[in-house]
């Protein structure tokens, strides 16, 4: 995708600021409250944004010391200082589920949740939606507003499910963006055998949080067909969107687990997985992809051309940074049905490399993500395996759930975190992973996770990145299903590796947990934490706010909601990278689209650059720490 500076003239920029400063926006506008225009720069890394210099080629005259304005209050001048992040203190988060409404709530068996701001009053909502239930209940969403804090400066939650419109739908998963572009958040939700009465399609947002079905929009039926007696529906297991072909809108990706009817849960081979172009107003065109079909599959068993691989989970950022969304899928179904028997399919992962105009390659095998070739537990490498004469050979894959990209090593491009169920009896099957980008040309990955420190555990389900203390590391966690499985925590440590909390310096200490969400609920600088599955407890952090901190929110010109944006920065402990995303992981979490990044003891953020989702540049400079800004491709920059 072609890059382009955003530039603005000097004088212009410069007035813009005046204006702001004098509050001549007729609404009493303070210092706390100014904006400013975009920078003048082409210089990219190289650009100051605190350098006010000549207005004219070859001008020599300083400027009347009256007419001087002032950066804005945001902008940091003079060096940034660098200083040590502050070291948690235990327990690191607290359960407040109860002070905030949550627990007083009827949620109906949850089990994913969605962090979206859904009556844009600018405060990060939840949606929640259960996994399975039991007649006579439906798969039906629960909306759940963040009201703000009251008079004694508590915040609380209220439940606004039936104004929302959605209190009756049934879906299997919702993926929040704003698809026609009117500056509100709308929701694609998914269907299958489990919410087998729902719609597939959009759902558009009147801009206060009221939705209203604007139909399938040329999506294909989630029928497959009937086999004695029952209807098949697709598993439509995980989805995302993205502007993938650089028009401004948003277009749609979702993948397809085992198929089934509400009576034969997933007996049924899975379809290939499904790209729709968008065109800005609910409507979609479906766009083909390559075969999906693992050739080794084809080789031993040919009658089985034409399967696609079983998703669980899909994930879309820029990992070649190249200026458009790539796609990661993690499938699964991999291995030997049960102990002692033949391996069925090869489920690799798929890594979609967009070549622009709607062209995908899978360059999963290339890059290393997908499968490895090292077993369970503490087993490096398997043989392949053999059956009654047969060979099969390895690696068989993954039975991949969650996943979730961000650049763990702070080098500037992003990493990729995938949760895996090793079962005991698939000897082939892939760990839970950390693969390390190594960056350009050949955008290869190197799987580290016990290198880095993760130990082994044959349940992991859902995978998360985000900095806990601030410290401008991403820190990891996990969750997981089976018997007395916990939530584990890991910090990363400042030589990269990750060390693993205690469940008493982590304060929650919770059996069979869900996935969970991350927000700053609470708007205090850092990211607490949201499960639903298992506990519905919300987790307010104890610890970030001992360490700077800088949080961005965006509205790009299309779309509007600046999906695929991706924002770079600088601080002592190296580059830091967010990229924002809409849909993520197993039956979709929603990230917030607010980005967070910790900045340890530096007084500021160094070279803060977005790159618009239509690749244009636009570079704040040097920003004070501990700000929260709202920033308009093209015009304000506010403090909110």
């Given at each position: 995708?072609?890059?382009?500076?955003l530039?603005l003239?000097?004088?212009?920029?410069?007035?813009?600021?005046?204006?702001a400063?004098?509050?001549?926006?007729?609404?009493g506008g303070s210092?706390?409250?100014a904006?400013?225009?975009?920078?003048?720069?082409?210089?990219?890394?190289?650009?100051?944004?605190?350098?006010?210099?000549?207005?004219?080629?070859g001008?020599d005259?300083?400027?009347?010391a009256?007419?001087?304005v002032?950066p804005p209050?945001?902008q940091?001048?003079?060096?940034?200082?660098?200083?040590?992040?502050?070291?948690?203190?235990?327990?690191?988060?607290?359960?407040?589920a109860a002070?905030?409404g949550?627990?007083?709530?009827?949620?109906?068996?949850?089990?994913?949740?969605?962090?979206v701001?859904?009556?844009?009053?600018?405060r990060?909502?939840?949606?929640?939606?259960?996994t399975t239930?039991?007649?006579?209940?439906?798969m039906?969403?629960k909306?759940?507003?963040?009201a703000g804090?009251?008079?004694?400066?508590?915040?609380?939650?209220?439940?606004?499910?039936?104004?929302?419109?959605?209190?009756?739908?049934e879906?299997?998963?919702?993926?929040f963006?704003d698809?026609?572009?009117?500056?509100?958040?709308?929701?694609?939700?998914?269907?299958s055998?489990?919410?087998?009465?729902?719609?597939?399609?959009?759902?558009?947002?009147?801009g206060?949080?009221a939705f209203?079905?604007?139909?399938?929009?040329g999506?294909?039926?989630?029928?497959l067909?009937?086999?004695?007696?029952?209807t098949?529906?697709?598993?439509?297991?995980?989805?995302?969107?993205?502007?993938?072909?650089?028009?401004?809108?948003l277009?749609?990706?979702?993948?397809t687990?085992?198929?089934g009817?509400?009576?034969?849960?997933?007996?049924?081979?899975?379809?290939f997985?499904?790209?729709y172009?968008?065109d800005?107003?609910?409507g979609w065109?479906?766009?083909?992809?390559?075969?999906?079909?693992n050739?080794?599959?084809?080789?031993v068993?040919?009658?089985?051309?034409?399967?696609?691989?079983?998703?669980?989970?899909v994930?879309?950022?820029?990992?070649?940074?190249?200026?458009?969304?790539?796609?990661?899928v993690?499938?699964?179904?991999?291995?030997?049905?049960?102990?002692?028997?033949?391996?069925s399919?090869?489920?690799?992962?798929?890594?979609w490399?967009?070549?622009?105009?709607?062209?995908?390659?899978?360059?999963?095998?290339?890059?290393?993500?997908?499968a490895t070739?090292?077993?369970?537990?503490g087993?490096e490498?398997?043989?392949?395996v053999?059956?009654?004469?047969?060979t099969y050979?390895?690696?068989?894959?993954?039975?991949?759930?969650?996943?979730?990209?961000?650049?763990?090593?702070?080098?500037?491009?992003?990493?990729l975190?995938?949760?895996?169920?090793?079962?005991?009896?698939y000897p082939?099957?892939?760990?839970?992973?950390?693969?390390?980008?190594?960056g350009?040309?050949?955008?290869?990955?190197?799987?580290?996770?016990?290198?880095?420190?993760?130990?082994?555990?044959?349940?992991?389900?859902h995978?998360?990145l985000m900095?806990v203390?601030?410290d401008?590391?991403?820190?990891?966690?996990m969750?997981?299903?089976?018997?007395?499985s916990k939530?584990?925590?890991y910090?990363?440590?400042?030589d990269?590796?990750f060390?693993?909390l205690?469940?008493?310096?982590?304060g929650?200490?919770?059996?069979?947990?869900?996935?969970?969400?991350?927000l700053?609920y609470?708007?205090?600088?850092?990211?607490?934490?949201?499960?639903?599955?298992?506990?519905?407890?919300?987790?307010?952090n104890?610890?970030?706010?001992a360490?700077?901190?800088?949080?961005l929110r965006?509205?790009?010109?299309?779309?509007?909601?600046?999906?695929?944006a991706?924002?770079?920065?600088?601080?002592?402990?190296?580059?830091?990278?967010?990229?924002?995303?809409?849909?993520?992981?197993?039956?979709?979490?929603?990230?917030?689209?607010?980005?967070m990044?910790?900045?340890?003891?530096?007084?500021?953020?160094?070279?803060?650059?977005?790159?618009?989702?239509?690749?244009?540049?636009?570079?704040?400079?040097?920003?004070k720490?501990?700000?929260?800004?709202?920033?308009?491709?093209?015009?304000?920059?506010?403090?909110?």
């Open positions: 995708m072609k890059r382009t500076f530039a003239s000097l004088p212009l920029a410069l007035a813009a600021v005046a204006l400063a004098c509050g001549s926006d007729g609404g210092a706390d409250t904006t400013t225009a975009v920078d003048t720069t082409t210089g990219g890394d190289d650009a100051d944004a605190t350098t006010v210099g000549d207005t004219e080629e001008a005259t300083e400027a009347p009256d007419t001087f002032p209050e945001w940091h001048e003079g060096p940034i200082v660098p200083g040590a992040a502050v070291s948690p203190v235990a327990p690191l988060f607290v359960d407040v002070d905030v949550i627990s007083a709530m009827d949620l109906a068996s949850p089990g994913r949740a969605m962090v701001d859904f009556d844009g009053d600018g990060d909502d939840l949606v929640v939606l259960p239930v039991t007649a006579p209940a439906t039906s969403p909306f759940l507003r963040n804090k009251d008079a004694q400066g508590a915040v609380h939650f209220e439940d606004v499910t039936a104004a929302s419109g959605m209190a009756t739908a879906t299997d998963l919702m993926v963006a698809i026609d572009n009117d500056g509100d958040e709308d929701v694609f939700t998914g269907v055998f489990r919410a087998a009465n729902g719609q597939v399609g959009v759902w558009l947002n009147d206060a949080g209203t079905f604007a139909g399938a929009g999506i294909a039926s989630p029928v067909g009937q086999s004695q007696g029952n098949i529906y697709k598993e439509i297991s995980a989805a995302s969107l993205a502007d993938l072909d650089g028009d401004g809108f277009d749609l990706y979702y993948g687990w085992y198929s009817s509400p009576t034969t849960d997933g007996q049924y081979l899975p379809p997985d499904e790209l172009r968008g800005g107003h609910g065109t479906a766009v083909t992809l390559p075969a999906q079909t050739p080794l599959t084809v080789q068993e040919p009658g089985l051309a034409g399967t696609g691989r079983p998703t669980y989970g994930a879309m950022a820029d990992f070649d940074d190249d200026g458009d969304m790539d796609i990661f993690n499938n699964y179904g991999a291995g030997r049905p049960a102990l002692g028997s033949a391996p399919l090869w489920e690799w992962n798929f890594l490399r967009n070549d622009g105009a709607m062209q995908f390659t899978d360059v999963g095998v290339e890059a290393g993500v997908a070739q090292r077993g369970i537990g087993v490498k398997e043989d392949a053999v059956f009654q004469g047969t050979p390895g690696p068989i894959g993954g039975n991949g759930f969650g996943c979730q990209w961000g650049d763990l090593d702070n080098d500037g491009d992003m990493d975190a995938v949760g895996t169920i090793a079962h005991p009896d082939q099957s892939d760990r839970t992973m950390l693969h390390y980008n190594q350009g040309p050949d955008w290869k990955f190197s799987e580290e996770s016990k290198a880095r420190g993760l130990e082994y555990y044959e349940d992991e389900l995978p998360a900095d203390d601030n401008g590391r991403l820190d990891f966690a969750s997981r299903l089976r018997g007395g939530w584990e925590l910090l990363q440590q400042a990269q590796k060390r693993m205690s469940y008493a310096e982590t929650v200490d919770i059996q069979r947990p869900g996935p969970t969400v991350w700053d609470d708007g205090d600088g850092d990211l607490d934490f949201f499960m639903p599955l298992g506990a519905s407890v919300l987790m307010e104890q610890v970030g706010q360490n700077h901190w800088l949080e965006l509205v790009a010109t299309a779309p509007r909601d600046a999906t695929g991706r924002v770079t920065i600088t601080t002592s402990v190296g580059k830091q990278v967010r990229e924002v995303t809409s849909g993520n992981g197993h039956y979709n979490t929603q990230l917030s689209r607010h980005l990044f910790g900045l340890g003891g530096d007084s500021g953020a160094g070279n803060v650059t977005i790159r618009w989702p239509n690749g244009e540049v636009q570079v704040l400079g040097d920003v720490a501990d700000r929260r800004l709202l920033v308009t491709q093209g015009g304000e920059i506010t403090a909110y």
